[in-house]
T-cell receptor
């Protein structure tokens, strides 16, 4: 079954601390993985995709096919990182539609 | 603007009424998606259009929900005989085929 699991509904860390938002997936083929972010009162937007291998706003995510994970990491959290984060995948088996995780609310404490 | 536009931004209606939500995708985007986001929950897929056709309607929660797209552009999501459990934010997204989705601000629907 195709599934994206974000085990933490809520993650709270102090400013300056490292952040890791977990994402695990179940997919039979070769998926493309994404992280989307929704800041307060803003629209949902793409943060990064694994094929780009970019660092956006200090965030990185590496696709680990062995562990079927795509965790989002940032070494030093900032208050403006507080937002809702969604992991998603797409692939041929899903007709390239996005399969979404339930989301993790990240709160950065001052 | 060049982004996905949804209207109305807020809609309050009485239980049992019909509502129509509109989505204007980014020009040229062939794919269009509707999602529902209940308070405190993740995204729930409703329906997907490729051009004007809807190859996947599997997410529509009941036959009270329907959607159409015309001119490979504007889409409307219609909810008939609204129920309180229909209260949610309805999000629309569009994309080029197989490319990342761009989202609108959503319509916040409240059923009294």
């Amino acid at each position: 079954a195709q599934r994206v699991t974000q085990p933490e509904k809520l993650l709270s860390v102090f400013k300056g601390a490292p952040v890791e938002l977990k994402c695990n997936y179940s997919y039979s083929g070769s998926p493309e993985l994404f992280w989307y972010v929704q800041y307060s009162r803003q629209r949902l937007q793409l943060l990064l995709r694994h094929i780009s291998r970019e660092s956006i706003k200090g965030f990185t995510a590496d696709l680990n096919k062995g562990e079927t994970s795509f965790h989002l990491k940032k070494p030093f959290a900032q208050e403006e990182d507080s937002a809702m984060y969604y992991c998603a995948l797409s692939g041929m088996d899903s007709n390239y539609q996005l399969i979404w995780g339930a989301g993790t609310k990240l709160i950065i404490k001052p | 603007g060049a982004g996905v536009s949804q209207s109305p931004s807020n809609k309050v209606t009485e239980k049992g009424k019909d509502v129509e939500l509109r989505c204007d995708p980014i020009s040229g985007h062939t794919a269009l998606y509707w999602y529902r986001q209940r308070l405190g929950q993740g995204l729930e897929f409703l329906i997907y259009f490729q051009g004007n056709s809807a190859p996947d309607k599997s997410g529509l929660p009941s036959d009270r929900f329907s959607a159409e797209r015309t001119g490979e552009s504007v889409s409307t999501l219609t909810i008939q005989r609204t129920q309180q459990e229909d209260s949610a934010v309805y999000l629309c997204a569009s994309s080029f085929t197989y490319q990342p989705q761009h989202f609108g601000d959503g319509t916040r629907l409240s059923i009294l």
